[in-house]
């Protein structure tokens, strides 16, 4: 059986810079394996995209918080669903010598004003392109 966790990101540059922080040693972020099971039993058709999105998260959040308190990571994204905007968050902790991605949860759904209602919202990729593979 599979007892290691699985890495699902890191704690990239970005963060640090933003929260005027630096860390040293690992600062990989593992899913631990009841975490992985519970995701699988739970969307047994999409749980490898459901764990793909939660990587994209870590890798370019549109917030992220430190809370000093818990000693807390909050990475946060905001998701444009039906004339709303909703907030999920990822909450990930320091145990046992590894970040660890602790849980999952919505915030709030802010409706989006009348005039902008009739828009449809997507998020931009930063994919780099090949520049040369457009020309002759």
Do not use: W
Request: aromatic letters at 10%; charged letters at 30%.
């Amino acid at each position: 059986m599979y007892n290691e966790p699985l890495k699902v990101g890191r704690i990239n540059r970005a963060t640090e810079r933003a929260l005027d922080i630096s860390l040293s040693g690992d600062v990989n972020i593992y899913l631990r394996e009841e975490q992985l099971n519970d995701i699988a039993s739970k969307r047994p058709d999409t749980y490898l995209a459901y764990i793909e999105e939660l990587s994209s998260i870590l890798r370019k959040p549109d917030f992220v918080s430190f809370d000093t308190e818990r000693q807390s990571f909050f990475y946060c994204r905001a998701y444009a669903q039906s004339g709303a905007v909703q907030l999920v968050f990822l909450e990930v902790t320091h145990e046992q010598c590894r970040y660890h991605l602790k849980r999952v949860f919505k915030g709030g759904r802010v409706t989006l004003i009348q005039e902008l209602l009739k828009l449809h919202f997507a998020r931009p990729l930063d994919k780099k392109v090949n520049e040369s593979a457009d020309r002759p």
